[in-house]
T-cell receptor, first 110, second 113 residues
Framework: QKEVEQNSGPLSVPEGAIASLNCTYS??????FFWYRQYSGKSPELIMS????GDKEDGRFTAQLNKASQYVSLLIRDSQPSDSATYLC??????????FGTGTRLQVFP | DTAVSQTPKYLVTQMGNDKSIKCEQN?????MYWYKQDSKKFLKIMFS???????INETVPNRFSPKSPDKAHLNLHINSLELGDSAVYFC????????????FGPGTRLTVL
């Protein structure tokens, strides 16, 4: 079992829709969870961090964390073509490393 | 006023050569990292330094040697380059250890011919 798992996609959504990206992790001791956006040929850009169970909203982005079920998700409301990118889920583990998933490619079509 | 910067942006070299990548951050962070992103886009940590002290050293060939002259700089020297070293190398920094948010540099695309 991979430490951090994401569906590679592509996830295709129409402009204006809600995009839902999911991530599961294996280390129950994980304490911090991050979503990064990576455009092709660019570096990962931090868009959300979440540390406790529940929802955290920032503009059009909402991160959801459920530690009991070991999953973290990212919702993007009113998706725009400019949101088309690869979204990386990252989780810290007991070894104090950030473990990344392989990313989900999101395509928002007009 | 770039937060995390890396040089060079591109590096093309022959097998067997030695090369270095430099990283600097002006965020005042005390922890810096080197990551490798392979052709399948998988991002994996290589090294981590906290206040110039090596704290994470993944199973990386010893041809790779990081050096941190101060907490704002972290360099990566690679000896005897191999074809499999071709990848994008990202530097990152954080305030404290991996519990906290990490911010990435623009990356160095290394191509070994």
């Amino acid at each position: 079992q991979k430490e951090v798992e994401q569906n590679s996609g592509p996830l295709s959504v129409p402009e204006g829709a809600i995009a839902s990206l999911n991530c599961t992790y294996s280390d129950r001791g994980s304490q911090s969870f991050f979503w990064y956006r990576q455009y092709s040929g660019k570096s990962p850009e931090l868009i959300m961090s979440i540390y406790s169970n529940g929802d955290k909203e920032d503009g059009r982005f909402t991160a959801q964390l459920n530690k009991a079920s070991q999953y973290v998700s990212l919702l993007i409301r009113d998706s725009q073509p400019s949101d088309s990118a690869t979204y990386l889920c990252a989780v810290n583990g007991n070894t104090d490393k950030l473990i990344f998933g392989t990313g989900t490619r999101l395509q928002v079509f007009p | 006023d770039t937060a995390v910067s890396q040089t060079p942006k591109y590096l093309v070299t022959q097998m067997g050569n030695d090369k270095s990548i430099k990283c600097e951050q002006n965020l005042g962070h005390d922890t810096m990292y080197w990551y490798k992103q392979d052709s399948k886009k998988f991002l994996k940590i290589m090294f981590s330094y906290n206040n110039k002290e090596l704290i994470i050293n993944e199973t990386v060939p010893n041809r790779f040697s990081p050096k941190s002259p101060d907490k704002a700089h972290l360099n990566l020297h690679i000896n005897s380059l191999e074809l499999g070293d071709s990848a994008v190398y990202f530097c990152a920094s954080s305030d404290g250890l991996a519990y906290n948010e990490q911010f990435f540099g623009p990356g160095t695309r290394l191509t070994v011919l």
